[in-house]
């Protein structure tokens, strides 16, 4: 064995290498969610995009002012953050059309259309 094979071995003995072995972890954006039912995998409304969004990480979506996006949870909005849905959005092009699923501040969308209450609390992973 090589030298520097003992000392990866070494360092992850020792833990020091556990933060680039188990990637970044990022804050939970709440501990609850509100779904339609208890997998949040029916859609509970349609709603149409204010305002253009850039997505900050990978948690979260891009949306354009316009965009219609299927929303499937609302988060329990708790102190200090925003309130945020996840939802998947449609491009126009036919590649685009599998959708994204992701995070987008409620407040730059508008409900066009609601299927279901969303009257199921579930906590967030």
Not at 12 to 35: E, H, N, Q, W, Y
Not at 86 to 108: C, I, K, N, R, W
Request: charged letters at 20%.
């Amino acid at each position: 064995m090589t030298r520097h094979a003992y000392l990866v071995i070494l360092l992850l003995r020792l833990g020091l290498m556990c933060p680039l072995v188990t990637g970044i972890f990022m804050d939970k954006l709440a501990s609850k969610k509100l779904c339609a039912d208890d997998n949040c995998v029916y859609t509970i409304s349609l709603a149409r995009a204010e305002e253009d969004y850039n997505a900050p990480d990978c948690r979260f979506i891009n949306i354009k002012k316009g965009q219609l996006i299927y929303v499937y949870s609302k988060l329990v909005k708790e102190k200090d953050s925003g309130e945020f849905w996840a939802g998947s959005v449609y491009g126009e092009q036919y590649e685009d059309h599998m959708g994204t699923v992701g995070y987008f501040p409620s407040s730059l969308v508008s409900e066009q259309h609601v299927y279901q209450e969303a009257n199921k609390t579930v906590p967030t992973t």
